[in-house]
T-cell receptor, first 116, second 114 residues
């Protein structure tokens, strides 16, 4: 069965600090996709990134970077030089190719608060 | 600008009422989803649809039904609302694929059942 674990319920950092959000997943499918979404106070989830199970290259987008490691079943998200606008709930999610319908299995989310 | 629009931002209903939550997307997506979000539980899938008039149960379908008569519209129905259905409801849509397409979400409907 599939499962996504975000062990950090809440994190607070001071502005300009770096912060890493952890995500550990479980799946029996050999082809799967991992996602990160951001949910700001407005409520709408915003897509940040997708990785497929065959591509373990890390990715950097501005202040955001993602570290995908199949050996530890982890897909961690780092924000460098955090800003107040980064305050949000962040969700990691998993989708399996065999389900076919793009169902996303979500973790419980990590609430990040960036203190000015 | 692509959009998933949910009909209400906030809703208050009485126990036993029949409740309709409406969702419309303008991206011609095949897949549509209804999730509920509760503190400490993340998002849980209620129902999804991969085509008009098609529906599949998610992880927590009890007490809910859905309707998809047109491609762009996906309705969630609470047949007889109960207080344990007080929650944030999120609609999403995505292109057909093999798990590899991202979902776009609406702004959510916060439903309170009293």
């Amino acid at each position: 069965a599939q499962k996504v674990t975000q062990a950090q319920t809440e994190i607070s950092v001071v502005e300009k600090e770096d912060v890493t959000l952890d995500c550990v997943y479980e799946t029996r499918d050999t082809t799967y996709y991992l996602f990160w979404y951001k949910q700001p106070p407005s409520g709408e989830l915003v897509f940040l990134i997708r990785r497929n199970s065959f591509d373990e290259q890390n990715e950097i987008s501005g202040r955001y970077s993602w570290n995908f490691q199949k050996s530890t079943s982890s897909f961690n998200f780092t924000i460098t030089a955090s800003q107040v606008v980064d305050s949000a709930v962040y969700f990691c999610a998993l989708s399996e190719a065999q389900t076919g319908a793009n169902n996303l299995f979500f973790g419980t989310g990590t609430r990040l608060t960036v203190i000015p | 600008d692509v959009k998933v629009t949910q009909s209400s931002r906030y809703l208050v209903k009485r126990t036993g009422e029949k409740v309709f939550l409406e969702c419309v997307q303008d991206m011609d997506h095949e897949n549509m989803f209804w999730y509920r979000q509760d503190p400490g539980l993340g998002l849980r899938l209620i129902y999804f649809s991969y085509d008009v008039k098609m529906k599949e149960k998610g992880d927590i379908p009890e007490g809910y039904s859905v309707s998809r008569e047109k491609k762009e519209r996906f309705s969630l129905i609470l047949e007889s609302a109960s207080t344990n259905q007080t929650s944030m409801y999120l609609c999403a849509s995505s292109l057909a694929g093999q798990g590899n397409t991202e979902a776009f979400f609406g702004q959510g409907t916060r439903l309170t059942v009293v």
